[in-house]
């Protein structure tokens, strides 16, 4: 099993484990040992992996940090544990003591989901007070998966590493801006744009029109590449929507209908076809879960206008679900032997977790 593949088994396993971890001992077998074994130490060796190292403070003795990755003689990454549900924010002068009394390079904080990397950018021996990369398990992408590879023993190096943990840092902080931009674009950004695109006097009523363009212009053109970008990567090939369900006024917990046979005219990709960030997520939760049953490459995405599909080897009789992810309400839409469709209403990415034995159980019928 490769790192990546690694990594996404972990994410996998914490929705169904994280309740039954009432302690922080409970919550570093299960998580986060598995976590440091992915990027390849043996905890079980002190020479890789010290436990409950010593990290006296001045006058406070028998200061200790939970796990301490060495090199030699000496710590090169601390990682200080805590409680899956604790909030990792009222923790971070903690590890920033131990930190500068260690000639670590590189802290982690972590309640086993939530991990956080710091390092001394601002100033030599002192640990930053903002992480220079932060990663979500539970909703880890690809490129934060090649980020977490560069930790893995068989490719740290402190120097390479540090050579790049300034512009992450900065980064972070800049996709911070940017996604409040996103979010609320702000009277000087607005102002900023439009001025490059229109003359005269920029007055109230233009803020207020050109405010609601430019939320509108950043998130379409978002929408834009990230389509251009998967096409591109994975080769996807449109197929008709011919099954779009109609949906009733009447809310119902689950919505049934027949598959769809696949045309035997496959057509060009239909220019209103818009892949999202969240539909390409929701097809990584659902290769992980069911790539325990088939092989990798057999599992692919096909969007469509109105839902986006996840088939095995590309073939449209042979469907393992699909995302409705176009209306506020989001459906995952899962297949009985009869290739007979029923929809489950689910309000994150997360909740994809609870079918997964239906998920495989579909897989199974295509091995």
């Not at 982690?108 to 989901?113: A, F, Q, S």
């Not at 099954?243 to 009733?248: L, M, P």
């Not at 057509?267 to 939760?285: A, C, K, L, Q, Y």
Request: aromatic share 8%.
């Amino acid at each position: 099993m490769d790192f990546k593949d690694q990594i996404r088994q972990i994410s996998e396993r914490i929705p169904a484990l994280k309740e039954a971890l009432n302690t922080e001992e409970a919550t570093k077998t299960a998580l986060i040992m598995p976590f440091i074994v992915a990027l390849g130490y043996d905890v079980f060796n002190p020479l890789e992996v010290v436990p409950e190292m010593c990290c006296d403070i001045g006058k406070k003795k028998n200061e200790k940090i939970d796990y301490a990755i060495m090199n030699g003689d000496e710590p090169v990454i601390l990682i200080e544990c805590k409680h899956w549900a604790q909030n990792l924010d009222l923790h971070e002068t903690q590890l920033l003591r131990y930190f500068t009394v260690s000639k670590a390079k590189f802290g982690v904080l972590t309640n086993g989901i939530m991990y956080r990397f710091y390092t001394d950018i601002e100033e030599p021996n002192k640990m930053d007070e903002k992480p220079f990369f932060e990663v979500d398990l539970q909703n880890v992408t690809s490129a934060q998966i090649e980020e977490l590879k560069k930790f893995h023993k068989s490719y740290f190096n402190v120097d390479n590493v540090l050579s790049t943990a300034n512009d992450l840092k900065y980064m972070r902080e800049l996709k911070a801006e940017l996604a409040a931009e996103f979010e609320e674009p702000s009277a000087d950004f607005v102002k900023m744009l439009s001025k490059r695109i229109i003359s005269g006097m920029f007055t109230t009523q233009k803020q207020e029109q050109f405010t609601a363009l430019v939320k509108r212009a950043m998130s379409s053109y978002v929408s834009d590449i990230v389509s251009s970008r998967l096409k591109t990567a994975i080769g996807v090939e449109e197929g008709i929507d011919t099954s779009a369900i109609s949906t009733s006024n009447v809310a119902t917990p689950a919505m049934t209908s027949e598959i769809d046979e696949p045309q035997e005219n496959t057509p060009s990709r239909d220019d209103r076809i818009v892949t999202t960030e969240e539909e390409i997520e929701g097809f990584h939760i659902v290769k992980a879960i069911v790539r325990t049953v088939l092989p990798a490459e057999r599992i692919v995405p096909r969007d469509t206008i109105s839902y986006f599909g996840i088939l095995v080897d590309d073939n449209n009789r042979r469907p393992i679900c699909r995302l409705h992810f176009n209306a506020k309400q989001k459906y995952l839409g899962t297949f009985d032997a009869e290739k007979k469709e029923t929809r489950h209403p689910i309000s994150s990415l997360d909740e994809i977790f609870e079918y997964e034995d239906i998920l495989r159980e579909t897989a199974q019928r295509y091995v």
